[in-house]
């Protein structure tokens, strides 16, 4: 069974400052990935999408990356802002048409 | 170009109720997925519908079903409402193998 850790659960830094969250698979079979985010009580932003052939994405301040052979990815997010507070959540699925299983999140907290 | 409508946004449900939530895709995907979210949880994977038939289905009891219509919209239905079924249900939508699109949820709440 897939399981999805992501580390660490809560990350407060001063703005500006460059971070990295941490996710990794159970199982390394990893078809797509996708990081969101989740604002308190709303819903799911997607903010990047690795897909099967891919290894890295990036959007503006954002970079992801995937290492299948670990089933491990990180979200890169430089210069932090106040606004990027929220809850960043990993999800990957086992095949083309497999449905997304999440970690827990971690909650950024981005001090002005 | 409208995301992933649902709705309503919030509910109060005394148990033993019957539920329906409904959701409505973003344009142009088939696909709709159906996640219940507990407070400082990850989304939980319900089930999964494409060409109106259920096509996956996670760890829930029979008490949870669904639907799609032939516009690619879809329905959540629980019923038997537990006190434990108080969550944040979120509809997400997709074209073939491409990213998922999420709504903004339904909050419900059993009492």
């Known amino acids: 069974k897939q399981e999805v850790t992501q580390i660490p659960a809560a990350l407060s830094v001063p703005e500006g400052e460059n971070l990295v969250l941490n996710c990794s698979f159970t199982?390394?079979?990893?078809?797509?990935l996708q990081w969101f985010r989740q604002d308190p009580g709303k819903g799911l932003t997607s903010l990047l999408l690795i897909q099967s052939s891919q290894r890295e994405q990036t959007s503006g301040r954002l970079n992801a990356s995937l290492d299948k052979s670990s089933g491990r990815s990180t979200l890169y997010i430089a210069a932090s802002q106040p606004g990027d507070s929220a809850t960043y959540l990993c999800a990957g699925t086992g095949g083309s048409q497999g449905n997304l299983i999440f970690g827990k999140g971690t909650k950024l907290s981005v001090k002005p | 170009d409208a995301g992933v409508t649902q709705s309503p946004t919030h509910l109060i449900k005394t148990r033993g109720q019957q539920v329906t939530l409904r959701c409505s895709p973003k344009s142009g995907h088939d696909t709709v997925s159906w996640y219940q979210q507990a407070l400082g949880q990850g989304p939980q994977f319900i089930f999964q519908y494409y060409e109106e038939e259920e096509r996956q289905r996670g760890n829930f009891p029979d008490r949870f079903s669904g639907h799609q219509f032939p516009n690619y919209s879809s329905e959540l239905n629980v019923n038997a409402l537990l006190l434990g079924d108080s969550a944040l249900y979120l509809c997400?939508?997709?074209?073939?193998?491409?990213?998922?699109?999420f709504g903004s949820g339904t909050r419900l709440t059993v009492v």
């Open positions: 997400a939508s997709r074209k073939a193998k491409f990213g998922y699109t």
């Open positions: 199982d390394s079979a990893i078809y797509n």
